[in-house]
């Protein structure tokens, strides 16, 4: 694949200064020395992004009839939408890059009024032959009025996406004052990523980044900030572990390839230990937008008042840095 413009500058804080940190075929991995975002320097035209997500490129095909792909999609689903029904009241949601689906059936159950939006013109396919009410395109085509929704949902997209900010802002224009965003991604500093990373150069191969379908790499700090520069003000971090069959492979694959099997022992007891230091691999994260900044009308000084009261903030439990959110 050839490269896409290279991004002149950081893409949430616009720093030009920035240090290689890993190079994988011709995709260079910097980090940011200003605000510490990791990115890819040269990431995929926005055509060849389009094309990467296809069916013809491979992108999902096992959601066609792999039925422990389904399976396991329909399981994360049910996970996340747990998550938020412990938290959230039903109302209206958004989910953006929905894939085939399983996370709009899981919220219809559940009793939202859900819709998706889906790069990937055939899986979004699939999710409408389930009768869902999905758009193809990304959020700039989800032509709904500002504040349509009480939740919006971003399961792994925000690292696939050239301009983060802009994604995020769009987000917190649909999302309603109370609502809440949804989202997660992995976590560049978590405790594996950094373990293999230091082994990465010696073995030829660091799995975590993705390149060319991570184009962001985020972490704690730099979600967040990216978070208050989209206008959301609190930001509730978990920390996560992904699942040891993704980052692993299967125990039957690891007991043919004793490299494989090599590999899992050193590194999965530090994927699973992870998350319990507040270094997972990946992280769950919920976000409030910040109240509207309505000019302040003396005469109605009580209504100003309301918009800004503070709704419930989702407990997820964040030892260490974030402290504990008022419980449900
Ligand atoms: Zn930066």
Not at 8 to 16: D, E, G, I, N, T
Not at 150 to 161: F, G, L, Q, R, Y
Not at 291 to 304: G, K, M, T, Y
Request: proline share 7%.
């Amino acid at each position: 694949m050839s490269q896409g413009p290279t991004f002149l500058s950081c893409p949430v804080c616009q720093a030009h200064a920035a240090e290689e940190i890993w190079l994988e075929e011709q995709w260079q991995l910097v980090r940011c020395t200003d605000c510490s975002l990791v990115y890819l320097s040269n990431p995929p035209s926005e055509e060849e992004l389009k094309s990467l997500y296809s069916f013809e490129s491979g992108f999902h095909t096992q959601l066609v009839d792999d039925a422990a792909s389904i399976e396991a999609a329909d399981q994360a689903a049910q996970d996340h939408m747990s998550m938020i029904l412990a938290t959230t009241a039903t109302g209206s949601l958004l989910d953006v890059g929905c894939s085939a689906g399983s996370f709009l059936a899981a919220a219809n159950s559940a009793g939202f009024s859900a819709q998706g939006v889906e790069l990937n013109p055939d899986t979004a396919d699939l999710a409408r032959a389930r009768g869902l009410n999905v758009t193809t395109g990304t959020l700039s085509d989800v032509h709904e009025a500002a504040h349509s929704f009480d939740a919006i949902t971003m399961w792994d997209i925000v690292e696939h996406v050239p301009d983060p900010i802009a994604l995020l802002s769009q987000a917190r224009e649909l999302l309603s004052e109370d609502g809440w965003l949804w989202l997660t991604t992995p976590n560049i500093d978590g405790l594996f990523p950094q373990a293999s990373l230091r082994v990465a150069s010696s073995v030829g191969k660091w799995p975590h980044p993705e390149p060319p379908y991570h184009l962001m790499q985020f972490s704690e700090q730099t979600i967040t900030d990216a978070l208050h520069r989209a206008g959301f003000e609190q930001v509730v971090v978990k920390q996560q572990s992904i699942p040891l069959g993704y980052s692993f492979g299967s125990l039957q694959k690891m007991l043919t390839d004793p490299r494989r099997l090599v590999y899992a022992a050193a590194f999965a007891p530090l994927a699973v230990l992870g998350p319990l230091i507040g270094r997972g691999d990946t992280m769950l994260v919920a976000a409030k937008p910040s109240p509207s900044q309505a000019p302040i009308d003396l005469r109605q000084e009580e209504s100003v008042t309301d918009l800004t009261e503070t709704a419930p903030t989702p407990l997820l439990e964040t030892p260490g840095t974030l402290g504990r959110s008022p419980q449900l």
